[in-house]
Antibody
Framework: QVQLVQSGAEVKKPGASVKVSCKASGYTFTSYGISWVRQAPGQGLEWMGWISAYNGNTNYAQKLQGRVTMTTDTSTSTAYMELRSLRSDDTAVYYC???????????????WGKGTTVTVSS | QSVLTQPPSVSGAPGQRVTISCTGSSSNIGAGYDVHWYQQLPGTAPKLLIYGNSNRPSGVPDRFSGSKSGTSASLAITGLQAEDEADYYCQSYDSSLSGFWVFGGGTKLTVL
């Protein structure tokens, strides 16, 4: 079955970087992209960005531009999200999800990883 | 503030019908982009509930339905059950600088 398995919880100090992985299985990885969504404690969902596993094209949320980088390794069907210059308000659960649809204007996320908790604390 | 506006909370008794609204603007829902809905049970990842305004993925009960009109969309849940207690989020595409894909702020459904 289609599955996205994420890496384990991380604790980082302010100013550090974190890299979260998302390993896909059960489908042709390069036929889809991977989207990243985060959720701060007690808050709603925030879309962070998207990467095409086909050609590596990316689109990042404006507020994260310059601090986030999304990459893929097609040899292992794994997507990565790196967030730099971490602040306390980056503390959140980070989800990867598979976007599907006719075009990106109509994409929705049909499969989600279980989430990776990232805690930023001194 | 979220680009898509949802009521923070709704509630209903078992067996009742509840609706959750999602209000956008001319750069997202009003521009004709689809609305999708997700259900998030406590402590779990979101789950796709409705896609393309009104389509249910296989396995989602027909008690859940979606609709869209103008700059708004709605999620309706009939025959409310205790296990429906969760957070619900709408999502769409936005053509402004707000971002590519946007979520509503979420609605907490309480089954009384």
């Amino acid at each position: 079955q289609v599955q996205l398995v994420q890496s384990g919880a991380e604790v980082k100090k302010p100013g550090a970087s974190v890299k979260v992985s998302c390993k896909a299985s059960g489908y042709t990885f390069t036929s889809y992209g991977i989207s990243w969504v985060r959720q701060a404690p007690g808050q709603g969902l925030e879309w962070m960005g998207w990467i095409s596993a086909y050609n590596g094209n990316t689109n990042y949320a404006q507020k994260l531009q310059g601090r986030v980088t999304m990459t893929t390794d097609t040899s292992t069907s794994t997507a990565y999200m790196e967030l730099r210059s971490l602040r306390s308000d980056d503390t959140a659960v980070y989800y990867c999800a598979r976007p599907v649809g006719v075009t990106h204007y109509y994409y929705y996320m049909d499969v989600w990883g279980k989430g990776t908790t990232v805690t930023v604390s001194s | 503030q979220s680009v898509l506006t949802q009521p923070p909370s709704v509630s209903g008794a078992p067996g009742q019908r509840v609706t959750i609204s999602c209000t956008g603007s001319s750069s997202n829902i009003g521009a004709g982009y689809d609305v999708h809905w997700y259900q998030q049970l406590p402590g779990t990842a979101p789950k796709l509930l409705i896609y393309g305004n009104s389509n249910r993925p296989s396995g989602v009960p027909d008690r859940f339905s979606g609709s869209k009109s103008g700059t708004s969309a709605s999620l309706a849940i009939t025959g409310l059950q205790a296990e429906d207690e969760a957070d619900y989020y709408c999502q769409s595409y936005d053509s402004s600088l707000s971002g590519f894909w946007v979520f509503g702020g979420g609605t907490k459904l309480t089954v009384l």
